[in-house]
């Protein structure tokens, strides 16, 4: 049996890799389950799968948890320290599924401990990719990507020599906004920057692929992981969902993933990597979908796209410092403080503001010094907002 533990349990990636451990309940051998909302959810697939713990993220839901709990043989814990404990639990495989910068410490710990570390928590490689790397490395650790196009890019290069690789094309959908007249963007509401066409994922995330955001933390996530140059990345607009990225050789084939937009293949994928096992997502029919589209991205449209390909080229810790600034944007946007389109101008002026001020961005890359930047960018952020509000 397989020892796994799934970080962010309750939230969209959680709940679809626990679909797929819960159809095979033999092979695994759950350790800890974690969320931060969503006590009930919890509190039952603990039960159902007999993790040994269940955590959550608010202290103030301790007894809560303990009552849902009750005669289950599974224990119950909250708080940061109990959620460092429990990544600290001996696993063979571990899912990285929070989200925000939050995740980043338990998939260092999970790296730490030797596991397989399943990453579905971009932020971890947005914010701290060297550290994440030389962790894997130094801890014998290895890291499988859960991110649609990213599961894609790494298939698309088993058996390939990366110095044959000229090019990286990672896909995006356009999200909710992709064919909206662009001056009416800044009026987009909640409701309308909450609605993918194509997948079905947490809220965050979904804004983030109205305002290309997720894309552009894509970018430097594909930079970090593979190690391809930023000039050799690209990002192609293709509305369908169908192709998840594309790989470019210097014979010049290009090798495309294509499939369902389900995430339960990426999740799939890294829960059974090396091998391929079979998985429950729909067949594609090409010759009924008939046609596949594509287009180039507009960066007036998405300025997100403009402001990764900076963070990309400026390295160090302003990765970290882009993600507080849009982590904080998003909560501005969400609280209805701030207009949709005033998201990127946030983290534009706050990577500017700390840009060469004390020095922080080229700190050495620690977690402290991540959490340190990631602290001062929040702070930036708020001023930037207030500025902005009303
Ligand atoms: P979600 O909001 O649905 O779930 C997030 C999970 O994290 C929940 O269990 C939530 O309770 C927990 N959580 C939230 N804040 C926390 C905190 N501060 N401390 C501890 N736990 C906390 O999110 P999601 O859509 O499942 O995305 C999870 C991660 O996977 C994100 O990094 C996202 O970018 C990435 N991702 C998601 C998808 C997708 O299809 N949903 C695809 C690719 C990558
Ligand atoms: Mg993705």
């Given at each position: 049996m397989r020892r796994v533990s799934i970080f962010g349990a309750t939230g969209s990636i959680g709940q679809n890799t626990i679909d797929l451990i819960a159809r095979d309940p033999d092979a695994?051998?759950?350790?800890?389950?974690?969320?931060?909302?969503?006590?009930?959810?919890?509190?039952?697939?603990?039960?159902?799968?007999?993790?040994?713990?269940?955590?959550?993220?608010?202290?103030?839901?301790?007894d809560h948890l303990r009552d849902l709990l009750a005669g289950s043989g599974v224990d119950a814990a909250a708080?940061?320290?109990?959620?460092?404990?429990?990544?600290?639990?001996?696993?063979?495989?571990?899912?990285?599924?929070?989200?925000?910068?939050?995740?980043?410490?338990?998939?260092?710990?999970?790296?730490?401990?030797?596991?397989?570390?399943?990453?579905?928590?971009?932020?971890?490689?947005v914010c701290a990719g060297s550290l994440m790397l030389a962790t894997a490395q130094s801890h014998n650790a290895r890291i499988l990507p859960v991110d649609s196009e990213h599961s894609a890019v790494f298939q698309g290069l088993v058996g390939e020599n990366m110095d044959a690789v000229e090019r990286v094309i990672i896909t995006?959908?356009?999200?909710?906004?992709?064919?909206?007249?662009i001056e009416k963007l800044k009026d987009a509401t909640l409701a309308q920057a909450?609605?993918?066409?194509?997948?079905?994922?947490?809220?965050?995330?979904t804004i983030d692929s109205a305002s290309m955001f997720n894309k552009a933390m894509e970018l430097i996530e594909t930079k970090e992981y593979f190690g391809v140059a930023p000039s050799r990345i690209e990002v192609l607009v293709h509305p369908e969902s169908m192709i998840h990225a594309l790989v470019g050789f210097h014979d010049g084939a290009l090798m495309a993933h294509v499939g369902p937009p389900d995430m339960r293949h990426a999740i799939g994928y890294?829960?059974?990597?090396?091998?391929?096992k079979p998985l429950p997502v729909e067949?594609?029919?090409?010759?009924?979908?008939?046609?596949?589209?594509f287009r180039a991205?507009?960066?007036?449209?998405?300025?997100a796209l403009r402001l990764a390909r900076e963070v990309m080229e400026r390295g160090g810790l302003s990765g970290a410092v882009f993600n507080a600034a849009k982590e904080t944007a998003l909560d501005g946007f969400i609280g209805g403080h701030l207009k949709f389109t005033a998201m990127a101008d946030v983290v534009d002026a706050v990577l500017t503001r700390m840009d060469g001020h004390g020095g922080h961005i080229d700190d050495k890359m620690t977690l402290d010094n991540v959490a340190h930047v990631d602290h001062l960018a929040r702070i930036a952020a708020r001023a930037e907002i207030k500025k902005r509000a009303g």
């Open positions: 695994y051998d759950v350790v800890a389950l974690t969320g931060a909302r969503n006590i009930e959810q919890l509190a039952k697939d603990a039960r159902r799968l007999n993790a040994d713990v269940a955590v959550t993220a608010d202290d103030t839901q301790l708080g940061q320290a109990a959620l460092h404990e429990a990544a600290q639990r001996p696993v063979d495989w571990f899912m990285s599924a929070i989200v925000g910068a939050a995740g980043l410490a338990p998939s260092l710990n999970a790296l730490q401990q030797g596991a397989t570390l399943a990453l579905a928590n971009k932020e971890s490689l995006a959908s356009g999200g909710a906004f992709r064919d909206w007249p909450s609605s993918h066409p194509n997948w079905d994922m947490g809220q965050r995330i890294a829960l059974h990597w090396p091998e391929r067949r594609l029919d090409l010759a009924q979908i008939g046609a596949l589209t991205p507009d960066t007036v449209r998405w300025p």
